[in-house]
């Protein structure tokens, strides 16, 4: 009993002085609703003046390239270090953290060493993880579907509510939408407990006073002119010109320039116009104006229709052979192509197979052609010359 008697004081006085020493680092609780404040509080730190609790996502790795805290304060519950704390708590209060899973990370110095092990919480409320479009740019008449998803995260199905069309739309416990928007129209999903989000759906209209094509109809040979008012004046602001049926993004554009009317970004321009040669093949088209080196679109989308340019024919005849000659004028630096067409009506036009695909003529402000009819030589048949942008 004497010699087990020191053994057992050297025993309690080594536990003693371990709870003493001990690094401790908890939360106030282990779940908050949104817009809670959160508390870490911690003991027997290191007393750096830089020591600080940072808020990350789950997942997330402290000093990892490209990871951020969402939020973070120094052990004095602010961003500008001055004491050191051993011993100490801050609060996090009016922060907005997204529903889910987060963790908590008591850090050392001003760099990323773990002083304790990172303590984990959840934030209550609903997730809206997203809100799309199958197309966000349709026809006049047309159809696009809007699609979410929503996570309760543990709790009752929420309300949700889209708006921006003739009325609101109650779309609790559903996961799409039809619209048919007869213009370009925002729509926002309204979920309870979750932050709003927004899609637009551009209808393809005319011209307007802020976005003006010079033409809607042109030919190949004929530039085009776009003219604006009102815009951001942001320098990466841009013109696009998309084939119908694409989807900018996804898809890139046919022609662009920025609001200068180059493609390295300058001055903004609230107000401009830029030029596009005459070098788009024959087809539809759309035409807007797009902000920030982005898809969202400020003006439009306008649609117009390049037709096939036609030349004067010089000269035309009929060959002893059945055969008939044709020479239109042409540019010899040009960069088309020509075909020659037929027609019995003057509306339905079609290519001359052994006249087709014909480079203008090196040198001569002439090109020309001998071919065959493909219904022989008969009357009523007229012909044409129409270029093809190479």
């Given amino acids: 009993m004497k010699i087990s008697l020191p053994i057992l004081q050297a025993v309690l006085w080594l536990a003693a002085a371990a709870s003493a020493g001990a690094q401790t680092f908890k939360l106030d609780k282990p779940s908050y609703k949104a817009g809670e404040s959160i508390t870490a509080t911690w003991t027997a730190g290191p007393g750096n003046s830089t020591d600080w609790v940072g808020i990350y996502k789950d997942g997330q790795t402290p000093g990892s390239t490209g990871v951020f805290s969402t939020i973070w304060w120094y052990v004095n519950g602010t961003q500008a270090a001055t004491e050191g704390l051993t011993d100490g708590s801050v609060t996090f209060s009016d922060i907005t953290l997204a529903p889910g899973p987060w963790v908590a990370h ?5 760099g990323y060493d773990a002083i304790t092990d990172p303590v984990p919480f959840t934030v209550e409320g609903t997730i809206l993880s997203s809100f799309t479009t199958d197309a966000t740019v349709i026809s006049a008449g047309g159809t696009a579907t809007l699609s979410w998803v929503i996570d309760p995260n543990g709790q009752p199905t929420p309300a949700a509510t889209i708006t921006g069309g003739p009325e609101p739309v109650d779309v609790t416990n559903t996961d799409s939408l039809e619209v048919t928007p007869s213009v370009t129209t925002t729509y926002t999903l309204t979920v309870a407990g979750a932050t709003p989000r927004t899609v637009t759906v551009n209808v393809l209209g005319g011209n307007s006073p802020a976005f003006t094509l010079s033409q809607t109809a042109l030919t190949a040979d004929t530039p085009l002119t776009v003219t604006w008012s ?3 004046g942001n320098p990466t602001d841009w013109i696009g010109i998309y084939r119908a049926g694409d989807t900018p993004g996804p898809v890139a554009s046919t022609r662009w320039w920025y609001t200068n009317g180059t493609r390295t970004a300058g001055e903004g321009l609230v107000s401009g116009s830029v030029s596009f040669p005459p070098d788009l093949p024959p087809g539809d088209y759309f035409a ?5 080196d982005g898809y969202t679109m400020g003006f439009g989308p306008v649609v117009f229709t390049v037709s096939p340019a036609t030349f004067a024919v010089s000269s035309f005849g009929l060959l002893e052979s059945g055969e008939i000659s044709l ?5 010899p630096a040009a960069s088309v ?3 020659v067409q037929e027609s019995t009506d003057l509306k339905s036009w079609t290519d001359v197979g052994d006249a087709s695909s014909i480079a203008p ?5 002439t ?3 001998v071919l065959t009819p493909a219904q022989g030589v008969t009357d009523n048949r007229y012909y044409r010359v129409v270029s093809v942008v190479q």
């Fill in 327 to 331: 020479t239109w004028y042409s540019d």
């Fill in 106 to 110: 008591f850090l050392a110095s001003d």
């Fill in 288 to 292: 807007a104006f797009f902000l920030n």
């Fill in 230 to 232: 009102g815009g951001p």
């Fill in 337 to 339: 192509l020509f075909n």
């Fill in 367 to 369: 090109t020309s052609a």
């Fill in 361 to 365: 003529a090196s040198g001569s402000a």
